[in-house]
């Protein structure tokens, strides 16, 4: 009887996933955009960053849009950062390098960074993005065309990650949470601010939208920013809109498995409100939908039991689902179980950490 009630809610979750997406624009299909003449400026805060400058700076130069600058902030970095961006802007009058300063007391480093950077803007729209992105020449085109067709303030969404095979385990969940468990129709068709998600990694947003919210100064000690800035803009009765943005922006996040962990640390107990009871749910949840299929499979192989396999490949159709669309490789969607695992891992440690009033480390800062 467990195993037939597993079964169909696991087949429920594949439709869901399957259907909850349908509200997902995908960026790279808007093309007709009127506005040519809209100034931008594309804004990254850098810290300590000097492995993705040539990558980075390679990516910013084959941008065709016209109308543009690049303004880059060395937030105090310690390594080659700030020569490294001198050498490989030489020559190019779209970029401009200025330098970070002092963080005040209470502010989240890259929050103050983004702060800085835009009061040196001017433009109508601000493209906030971070040093490990790379996006592709006609991103910018493609995101003013998506917020002109469907009157947008504000777009954001998650790249396709290009880290190491075992930090995919754990990254590419986050595309996987996402079609799980945000419904798609209201967070971009309601103001609703419960329904609200967005990625730090890229935010595109009006310059009066932006003065309008506050903008990162109305946020200014939050570890979740992105999905904070996004809320501000539903209250103030504008539109914000997530988008699969995979084709046109991709991200190289964590080098290893620990960065990865410390990086997921610092917010996901943050970004479910620092609730307890969520995080025991959630834990709940996982365990029973995407790691007891495993179980269940070992049992099936040891005995022979053919059908016991059923809720595994069903939670592998799920993050299979999820990857292809994402511009994941599927081999990851078999690894569903470990990432499930990895992800109640993640939060537990992020709890712990809220709990026990241990600081989270990034970036060599601390934070409560």
Same mark, same amino acid.
């Given at each position: 009887m467990i195993f037939f009630v597993l079964s169909s809610l696991e087949a429920f979750l594949f439709l869901w996933v399957v259907i909850n997406p349908l509200w997902l624009p995908a960026l790279h299909s808007y093309t007709n955009y009127s506005g040519n003449n809209t100034t931008v400026s594309v804004l990254i805060p850098l810290r300590n960053e000097s492995k993705n400058v040539p990558g980075l700076i390679a990516s910013l130069r084959n941008v065709n849009y016209e109308k543009l600058e690049f303004i880059l902030l060395d937030d105090q970095s310690s390594?080659?950062?700030? @020569?490294? =961006? =001198?050498?490989?802007?030489?020559?190019?009058?779209?970029?401009?390098?200025? %330098?970070?300063?002092?963080?005040?007391?209470?502010?989240?480093?890259? &929050?103050?960074?983004? $702060? $800085?950077?835009? %009061? $040196?803007?001017? @433009?109508? &729209?601000? #493209?906030?993005?971070?040093?490990?992105?790379?996006?592709?020449?006609?991103?910018?085109?493609?995101?003013?065309? =998506?917020?002109? %067709?469907? $009157? *947008?303030?504000?777009?954001?969404? #998650?790249?396709?990650?290009?880290?190491?095979? +075992?930090v995919q385990f754990l990254v590419t969940m986050q595309h996987f949470v996402i079609h799980l468990h945000l419904p798609l129709f209201f967070a971009n068709h309601t103001t609703r601010q419960a329904t609200t998600a967005a990625c730090g990694q890229f935010i595109?947003?009006?310059?009066?939208?932006?003065?309008?919210?506050?903008?990162?100064?109305?946020?200014?000690?939050?570890?979740?920013?992105? &999905?904070?800035?996004?809320?501000?803009?539903?209250?103030?009765?504008?539109?914000?809109? +997530? *988008?699969?943005?995979?084709?046109? &922006?991709?991200?190289?996040?964590?080098? !290893? /498995?620990?960065? *990865?962990?410390?990086?997921? !640390?610092? %917010?996901?107990?943050?970004?479910?409100?620092? @609730?307890? /009871?969520?995080?025991?749910?959630?834990?709940?949840?996982?365990? /029973? #939908?995407?790691? @007891?299929?495993? =179980?269940?499979?070992i049992y099936a192989v040891l005995n022979q039991q053919w059908m016991f396999l059923l809720p595994l490949v069903l939670t592998i159709l799920q993050k299979g689902i999820v990857d292809i669309r994402t511009r994941t490789s599927p081999f990851y969607s078999l690894g569903m179980p470990l990432s499930a695992a990895m992800l109640i891992g993640v939060l537990w440690t992020s709890m712990y950490k809220a709990i026990t009033g241990k600081a989270y480390v990034w970036k060599g800062r601390s934070y409560q």
């Open positions: 390594d080659d950062t700030k @020569s490294l =961006l =001198l050498q490989y802007t030489y020559g190019d009058s779209r970029f401009t390098i200025i %330098n970070g300063k002092q963080l005040p007391e209470g502010w989240n480093g890259k &929050v103050h960074a983004c $702060h $800085h950077l835009s %009061n $040196h803007s001017n @433009s109508e &729209v601000m #493209f906030f993005i971070d040093a490990d992105v790379r996006i592709e020449p006609t991103t910018i085109h493609h995101t003013l065309a =998506l917020m002109e %067709n469907q $009157h *947008a303030s504000m777009v954001s969404g #998650f790249p396709t990650y290009r880290d190491s095979k +075992l595109a947003i009006k310059q009066a939208t932006y003065k309008k919210i506050g903008g990162h100064e109305a946020v200014y000690n939050s570890l979740v920013e992105d &999905v904070e800035l996004g809320r501000l803009v539903k209250k103030h009765g504008e539109r914000m809109i +997530l *988008a699969n943005i995979t084709k046109l &922006v991709s991200c190289f996040m964590y080098d !290893t /498995i620990q960065e *990865a962990w410390e990086g997921f !640390t610092k %917010n996901i107990f943050i970004g479910i409100g620092r @609730s307890k /009871i969520g995080a025991v749910g959630l834990s709940i949840f996982y365990a /029973i #939908f995407y790691i @007891s299929p495993f =179980l269940l499979a």
